[in-house]
């Protein structure tokens, strides 16, 4: 298993340095960043954030739309957009992160079955469209009343 960071620059243990990749902060302005975050996305099986606290972060909906699942924690509006056996877990601690991992490493069947689960999420409320048709359907609501 490889563990590849992305948004900061965390000092990595000297037994750990074959295992883990830091690539900082990737900006999706720049072509080749943005290249390799999307690369990222695509040939991972998890993406983690272990966050304390947190609105929305679009990195979910990125991570949902290359059917990745999300492993992260239920805080603030977090669970709006990672449903919890949909695109994703919502965990707690270290121990639990690790966990699912290793439930989904020896069940290659249910770990598809979340990919999938994942993307058509995505397809059906975490994009850009469907968002802006929420809006709209909340806004008309709104005014006719």
Known sequence: MTLDIVGCEPEIPEDLEGCVTVHGFLSKKD???????EELYLGS?????????????SVFCEASSAGLPVLTRGVGGVPAVVEDGV???L????????DMILRFAGDGE???????????????????????DGMTT??????LR
């Open 138 to 143: 909340r806004i008309e609501t709104i005014t």
């Open 31 to 37: 072509f080749a960043e943005r290249q390799e975050l």
């Open 110 to 132: 249910a770990y598809r079955t979340l990919q999938k689960s994942s993307r058509e999420l995505f397809l059906r409320r975490l994009n850009w469209q469907a968002i802006g």
């Open 87 to 89: 695109n994703g877990f």
């Open 91 to 98: 965990l707690d601690g270290p121990r639990a992160f690790a």
């Open 45 to 57: 099986h998890f993406f983690l954030l272990p966050t304390k606290a947190e609105c929305v972060g």
